[in-house]
T-cell receptor, first 116, second 113 residues
């Protein structure tokens, strides 16, 4: 079956522009995560959606970052007024989100964002 | 709160030699522990996981890891390195209260012929 997909695979933008990154989770997965992988900060958690619950936004680095998950499926990560330090690979993951116990996270291939 | 420390950002071994990648964790509740591998220009792939069952966990490609609560460690080993094992390896922790993964800084494994 289809895995997690992300688009675009690469995005080059100018400092100050807004960007939108998209994630299509595995069908039936109620949990969705965004992570960022950068040279300076390694792999870091950004935001977590679980079903209809309020998202866990504790990893968002600034108020320029926001994310939505429409209809419990597709998610969009938006970065406003991009800065050069936003350059990174943005990874999306999804899982079944079952209560109790462990749910394996499946990762997408990532979107490489370059801010000039 | 939870955290992961990976000792050694770069490890180099000879082909056929033992691979040992170190991971220590901190968690205020029983943890779930993971090792992921990332090949160049590829996504993250789960190697193995500890989720409170057996403390010695076997994963793909001949890797295994042992959960040692007393040492708060989850080191990754492989008896005999292959050239194809060259990649970056990440240790990660989560728990039932915090599902998001907290990653270590990664260890780049180089395998010499």
């Amino acid at each position: 079956g289809a895995g997690v997909s992300q688009s675009p695979s690469n995005k080059v933008t100018e400092k100050g522009k807004d960007v939108e990154l998209r994630c299509d989770p595995i069908s039936g997965h109620t949990a969705l995560y965004w992570y960022r992988q950068s040279l300076g900060q390694g792999l870091e958690f950004l935001i977590y959606f679980q079903g209809n619950s309020a998202p866990d936004k504790s990893g968002l680095p600034s108020d320029r970052f926001s994310a939505e998950r429409t209809g419990g499926s597709v998610s969009t990560l938006t970065i406003q007024r991009t800065q050069q330090e936003d350059s990174a690979v943005y990874l999306c993951a999804s899982s079944l989100g079952l209560a109790g116990g462990y749910n394996e996270q499946f990762f997408g291939p990532g979107t490489r964002l370059t801010v000039l | 709160a939870q955290s992961v420390t990976q000792l050694g950002s770069h490890v180099s071994v000879s082909e056929g030699a033992l691979v040992l990648l170190r991971c220590n964790y901190s968690s205020s509740v029983p943890p779930y522990l993971f090792w992921y591998v990332q090949y160049p220009n590829q996504g993250l792939q789960l190697l193995l996981k500890y989720t409170s069952a057996a403390t010695l966990v076997k994963g793909i490609n001949g890797f295994e890891a042992e959960f040692k609560k007393s040492e708060t460690s989850f080191h990754l080993t492989k008896p005999s390195a292959h050239m194809s094992d060259a990649a970056e390896y990440f240790c990660a922790v989560s728990n039932t209260g915090r599902r998001a993964l907290t990653f270590g800084s990664g260890t780049r494994l180089q395998v010499q012929p």
